[in-house]
């Protein structure tokens, strides 16, 4: 049996978020049907007096405050994430407030590093499932940045082809 249609809204391969907790908005997140879950960029996590503290991006992040946020344990929940090469890793998982497309959400979020990524907030399925559509082709994806990496990419792999054929 078919579900009921839903007006759902289309969103982009990238999106500019607010995540109104932190005061910040404009924040880009990747959209990744490939991933279950959300995560976000969270640095020096740590676990003091019953409470997860941990600050939302990092330096050089125009969105890093140094500001530390503090989740109480029972708001926390640990989860194991793979990776699509199959590593595994334990994260915390946090519930936060965020908007996009104009559409306020209670998500979910795992914790972790990702300052070698380009998007400090990967948007996954769950947070998608019934409340969004993805059209690859719309959003609001960083094009200077990732153009930037792919040349830097391209760079590196003539000069290793370079060197593999000495």
């Known amino acids: 049996m078919m579900p009921k249609e839903v007006n759902l ?15 910040l908005k404009g924040v880009p997140a990747k959209v ?4 279950d879950a959300s995560s976000i960029w969270c640095s020096r996590l740590k676990v003091v007096d019953g409470k997860l503290r941990c600050v939302f991006f990092g330096k050089g992040n125009e969105f890093y405050t140094g500001g530390t946020v503090a989740f109480d344990l029972e708001d926390v929940d640990l989860t194991r994430v793979a990776n699509s ?8 998982k946090i519930k936060l407030p965020i908007e996009i497309k104009g559409r306020k959400i209670n998500a979910t979020f795992t914790l972790t590093d990702r300052s070698t990524k380009l998007y400090p907030i990967l948007i996954g399925r769950s ?12 959003g ?4 200077e940045e990732e153009n930037e990496r792919l040349k830097r990419l391209r760079k590196e792999m003539k000069r290793i082809k370079k060197e593999l054929s000495r």
Do not use: S
């Open 9 to 23: 809204k289309i969103i982009g391969r990238a999106e500019r978020i607010k995540i109104p907790m932190l005061g």
């Open 32 to 35: 990744d049907t490939g991933a």
């Open 85 to 92: 090469f199959g590593h595994r890793e334990l994260r915390y």
């Open 127 to 138: 947070l998608l499932k019934n409340k969004f559509l993805v059209d690859v082709g719309k």
């Open 140 to 143: 609001t994806p960083l094009h």
